[in-house]
């Protein structure tokens, strides 16, 4: 970056960073102690960005990551299932598809406006048709719901389909941010919105506040919604393993701590600055543990990488503890968010 962007950026972040003020909590009095001052500089004003809702490139590239986590999971779990029905075949070919539109739209302004959005909607949707699907397999298997928590636990996982659509949403909302060295305040809307009149966008206002990082709340309830599925699928895959080690436990335990806490910042601010970044960031060192617990559990399968694929498919689903990090990251998004107006 040169110096010129650099102090452009600078002078944009510094808005934000003066109306924050006096209200720092104590993650970022922590940063203040540990690092050095100028990187707790640099620090700040990349927070200020986030806060200012100028972090789209970061942002798509995230929801590009993601989706190869997801798409992944969810095309071994349908080989499970010897892709049975051709709406299996749905899901690997987005989590694609979203891959490189999120990739794309980090590069570019234009493909974030356009192609991202337009995919995310998609995917976005076929998570939801997924999810009507997988209730109908469950009711479809012997007593159907009339044994609910067997079939659930023996049937299709119930909330996966839900969990493919985070990197969905994290493209949807990725789509509607400026990039990081916009101006605070630009005059230019994105295609997205030049598509619509201004009478319409007057009605929305919630597009513009998305675009200057006003949207705690809805991350808020986006990471209680996504906590709790990726909590429900925590429970009923460790129960079919009789929670036989004691980490197992873990992920049902902090789910609910970090939904509270996602809950609680819908009323209060100073749980959005205090209890939200501190049991988002233990959701995401529980999912890297997860995932080596995971990774590991594959390795000590018959065969260990001498048969990768037939162990990665039939093993423990490897990719699943960073699914649930992924829901800590969009609750620590939206502890940097500011409140809606």
Not at 15 to 33: N, T, Y
Not at 34 to 40: G, H
Not at 274 to 281: I, K
Not at 312 to 339: D, E, K, N, Q
Request: glycine content about 10%; some cysteine.
């Amino acid at each position: 970056m040169s110096s010129a962007v650099s102090t452009r950026v600078s002078r944009a972040a510094r808005a934000v960073i003066a109306e924050r003020g006096a209200e720092k909590s104590w993650p970022d009095k922590f940063l203040d102690r540990v690092f050095p001052s100028r990187l707790a500089r640099e620090i700040e004003v990349a927070e200020a960005h986030i806060r200012s809702g100028r972090f789209q490139r970061s942002l798509s590239a995230l929801a590009g990551a993601s989706s190869v986590l997801a798409g992944a999971e969810v095309a071994y779990e349908h080989y499970r299932g010897s892709y049975g029905q051709q709406i299996m075949y749905t899901p690997p070919i987005l989590g694609g598809a979203m891959t490189i539109a999120g990739i794309w739209g980090a590069f570019s302004r234009r493909a974030a406006q356009t192609v991202l959005p337009w995919t995310s909607a998609i995917t976005l949707l076929d998570g939801i048709i997924g999810f009507i699907f997988h209730i109908r397999g469950i009711a479809r298997k012997p007593g159907g719901w009339r044994l609910p928590i067997t079939n659930i636990i023996m049937g299709p996982p119930i909330f996966a389909p839900l969990l493919f659509g985070v990197s969905a949403y994290l493209g949807l909302v990725a789509s509607f941010l400026r990039r990081e060295t916009a101006p605070v305040i630009e005059k230019r809307k994105p295609r997205i919105l030049s598509l619509c009149s201004d009478q319409i966008e007057a009605h929305h206002p919630w597009t513009m506040e998305l675009r200057e990082g006003r949207f705690q709340k809805h991350l808020a309830v986006a990471t209680a919604v996504g906590t709790f599925c990726t909590g429900a699928e925590a429970l009923y895959s460790h129960y079919k393993n009789n929670f036989r080690y004691l980490a197992q436990w873990t992920p049902v335990i902090v789910s609910p701590l970090l939904i509270g806490s996602a809950v609680a910042t819908l009323r209060s601010p100073k749980a959005a600055r205090t209890w939200l970044p501190a049991m988002s960031a233990v959701a995401i060192v529980n999912g890297g543990i997860g995932f080596f617990y995971h990774a590991r559990g594959v390795l000590r399968r018959p065969g260990g990488m001498k048969k990768p694929l037939y162990n990665i498919v039939y093993g423990p689903p490897v990719f699943a503890p960073l699914l649930f990090a992924a829901c800590g990251t969009i609750g620590l998004l939206a502890s940097l968010m500011r409140r809606e107006k």
